[in-house]
């Protein structure tokens, strides 16, 4: 059974940062790209980060280039997300997922996902 673990999400004021850790199991983690997705409240989950499968890519959204950072490590079978700068309009509940295909990274076509972890940035 494939299981996805978000951690490290909080209250953090704007300006501030938070680094958020996905803990996969039941998967052969360095075989899939590993996405981050957030969701806010009555808007659509969202596209935020992805990095493939040996870390040597990775892809951002516009909206949060230069100030999150994607990493994995295979060792640990964990993908963490590193928010610096933290705006409100980040405020949002954070997805892991897993994919096998790099293509539809940017998209919902993941083949696994966490239950997310709240993130909230006060002004």
């Known amino acids: 059974q494939v299981q996805l673990v978000e951690s490290g999400g909080g209250l953090v004021q704007a300006g501030g940062s938070l680094r958020l850790s996905c803990v996969a199991s039941?998967?052969?983690?360095?075989?899939?790209?590993m996405g981050w997705f957030r969701q806010a409240p009555g808007k659509e989950r969202e596209f935020v980060t992805a990095i493939k499968w040996s870390g040597g890519n990775t892809y951002y959204a516009d909206s949060v280039k230069g100030r999150f950072t994607i990493s994995r490590d295979n060792a640990k079978n964990t993908v963490y997300l590193q928010m610096n700068s933290l705006k409100a309009e980040d405020t949002a509940v954070y997805y892991c997922?897993?994919?096998?295909?790099?293509?539809?990274?940017?998209?919902?076509?993941?083949?696994?996902w966490g239950q997310g972890t709240q993130v909230t940035v006060s002004s």
């Open positions: 997922a897993a994919s096998d295909r790099w293509v539809v990274v940017t998209t919902l076509k993941y083949d696994y």
């Open positions: 039941g998967l052969t983690f360095s075989r899939y790209a």
